[in-house]
């Protein structure tokens, strides 16, 4: 973090810290809310058609983050610390803002297969 010194990035961050970044590979799991409440198309079957699904994903999370340094390309973390933790947050805001209401659950974002985040709206877990 940029508003931290050396020593507190240090303590802080451990071996992930390092003034010109360090890279991660994340895959992300969304989990699309199949509650009963949600309109099923009569002739589709489906809450949301998969099609649709795939280019909100492209939209909100390949465009704006895929091969990117996340601290220098994406503008929404210059004032936010990359952690796995607001990347979910990130991918839920845009997300969120594509999907028909009430269709997210949580998305679940894998920094390692040990550092889990899972982030449904306002409640945020690490697994």
């Given amino acids: 973090s940029q508003s ?3 020593e507190e990035n240090l303590k802080l961050f451990g071996k992930c810290n390092n003034p010109n970044g360090h890279g991660h590979n994340y895959k992300a799991r ?3 809310s199949l509650l009963f409440s949600l309109q099923i198309d009569p002739v589709s079957g489906m809450v949301i058609n998969l099609t649709d699904l795939k280019e909100y994903m492209q939209e909100a999370i390949m465009e704006p983050l895929d091969h990117k340094n996340l601290d220098k390309d994406v ?3 210059a004032e936010v610390v ?3 933790e607001n ?3 990130f ?3 845009n ?3 594509l999907l ?3 269709t997210l659950y949580k998305v679940k974002v894998y920094e390692t297969d040990q550092n889990v985040v899972v982030y449904k709206g306002e409640e945020t877990i690490s697994e």
Avoid: C, R
């Fill in 82 to 84: 990359s952690t796995t």
């Fill in 91 to 93: 991918i839920w805001e």
């Fill in 4 to 6: 931290l010194s050396d």
């Fill in 100 to 102: 028909p209401v009430g």
């Fill in 30 to 32: 969304l989990l699309i």
């Fill in 87 to 89: 990347v979910a947050v």
């Fill in 95 to 97: 997300l969120k803002k």
């Fill in 75 to 77: 503008p929404y973390f």
